[in-house]
């Protein structure tokens, strides 16, 4: 975690709402968790997780910074784009985030919450993405759909 993200929480110790007592402080602590993403149930191992935790009871609290960390590990095990990597290859394009949703057919607030992380794609959106970015032809072909609803309807070897 980055001295900024460490900043934006308010100073250490709190009180637990566990024990009660004013214990909590940032630890470091190995972390094992499972997440549901995309119809699948996946563990994760995040040796060093950043989180609050009550030196007196050992009560963990979770906040946004710990999902942070959480969706940075699912990102980096299931090797999705993150949405660094989104928005620049967004920049690189030259392009709008109203252009990138339209093409793909989401919603610009999909891409919206993907790119500030509270949303992780799909493996599937993931694929098109890079698909999207990464060949001009089909950013081509994805402009024809638009006017030709018959464009990729029939498979071409």
Known sequence: MDEETKRQRKPFPWRCSACSK?????????????????????????PEFEVPQCRA??????DTLADEQTN??????????????IRAAIKTLGMQQKEVASAL?????????WLSGGLIQS???????RVYFGI???????????RDTAVGSVAVL
């Open 22 to 46: 004013k214990e909590v402080d940032l630890r470091t602590v190995p972390y094992r968790v499972k997440v549901n993403h995309d119809g699948r149930l996946y563990e994760l191992e995040i």
């Open 136 to 146: 001009p032809a089909v950013r081509q072909v994805l402009q024809e759909v638009k």
């Open 72 to 85: 940075r590990a699912l990102r980096e095990h299931l090797g999705l784009l993150t949405p660094a990597q």
């Open 105 to 113: 057919g989401i919603a610009e607030a999909t891409l919206s919450r």
């Open 123 to 129: 493996r599937a959106m993931d694929n098109m993405l």
């Open 57 to 62: 009871c050992g009560e963990m609290v979770f």
